[in-house]
């Protein structure tokens, strides 16, 4: 069914607001005030979902996107909206949602990407029938491409020549380096070794198991080294990773700094200079191994790092704590973990959240107990709705 719609709005995920049969209807790819032609692809009890046949009257917002696979990927949401209102749009998005969900109406500091385009040092694709693959929006059919334009251009050279493996199905996360290094992981039945990869192939992994060269490399962000396992968590945007950085060294000191969800160490490590102690937790084993190496790479004198799930961990370290770093997945902190800070009682924390809506959800209990200084929304995903938060709360005067 085909319907015209004037869009009202934008919601948190990107999409087009408007209203069809008394309900509100969701619709990817517009932009506010546009009139559309819009097809019914999903009715639920509450909602409809739609999908752009036609746009009647575009936006003066709206750009030609530069990515040939807009309509059927799902990764690129913002492609069709100028640069300057996606960071206007984010810093927003942040704003509103503190807003609504816990009462916070501060300035939100905006810090855009200083590109938009071949940002990310990491992807992961889809292997249907030895071609590479994202998943098209909203479903799991293949939308199959030979370029992505939010990929650093060494990934895409790989993209482009593969054909050195074998892989007929599957999956294979990307990484690169400052180096142009690459390092292959991937989880397939069934794998064919490759003949004569590419220099810059440093390492590939295999269902868990290095099949060649080393399961790691090493990155640069800003003038800190760090060794990055192929299953460790790191930034994918590395000149955003090094404002946050800036942001925590402008912002928290101290004595003893904990760093939760810490992964390959990287941000307490930029904290160094800032305490004279650093301790971190977290589940990954290969992350610690490389937060670890990482502490004695970047010279740090004093640190322990513990392997395993936060809210265990967390209450058998005696330390006195004054300052605490956290940056938890998307799903944000357990009631527990949540708990146990709060018996820490540290005088500042810096929180680091992908996810704006669980970043309120616990600043609804922070907030009792501590002040919220400085809110900063950075643009870690441009051309996508995603956006990364950092908020930096003092510990109110009793």
Known sequence: MHTKLIISKLDNQGRGISYYNNKIIFIPNSLPNEEVEVEITKENSKYYEGKVINIIKPSLNRVLPKCPYINDCGGCTFMHLNYTDQIEYKRNV?????KKYCGIDENVKIIESNKD???????????????YSYYNNSSHDYCDIAKCLLANNTINEII??????NIYDGSITIRTNYNNDLLL????????????????VVGVVVNGKTVYGNNYF???IGEYKFKVSYDSFFQINNYIANEIFKILNNNLSGNTLLDLYCGSGVMGISLKDKFNKIIGIEKVKNAIKD????????????????????????????????????????????DKTLNDILIINPDKIGYVS???????????????????TKIYALDMF????????????????V
């Open 354 to 372: 992908c996810n704006p809506i669980t970043l309120a959800r616990d600043l609804n209990i922070l907030k009792e107990r501590y002040n919220i």
């Open 218 to 220: 090493f990155d640069y």
């Open 185 to 200: 992981v991937i989880e397939t039945s069934k794998f064919e070794f490759f003949n004569d990869p590419p220099e810059n």
């Open 291 to 334: 937060a670890n190496d990482n502490a004695v790479l970047n010279k740090v004198k004093n640190y322990k790092y513990y392997a395993g799930d936060t809210s265990e961990i967390l209450p058998t370290i005696n330390d006195e704590i004054d300052t605490v770093i956290i940056d938890p997945p998307r799903s944000g902190l357990n």
């Open 160 to 165: 482009d020549y593969h054909s050195f493996m």
């Open 117 to 131: 385009l071949f940002y990310r040092n990491k992807v992961e694709l889809k292997i249907h029938r030895n071609t």
């Open 382 to 397: 441009p051309n996508t709705y995603h956006v990364e938060t950092v908020m930096i709360l003092e510990k109110k005067d």
């Open 94 to 98: 942040v704003k509103d949602i503190l």
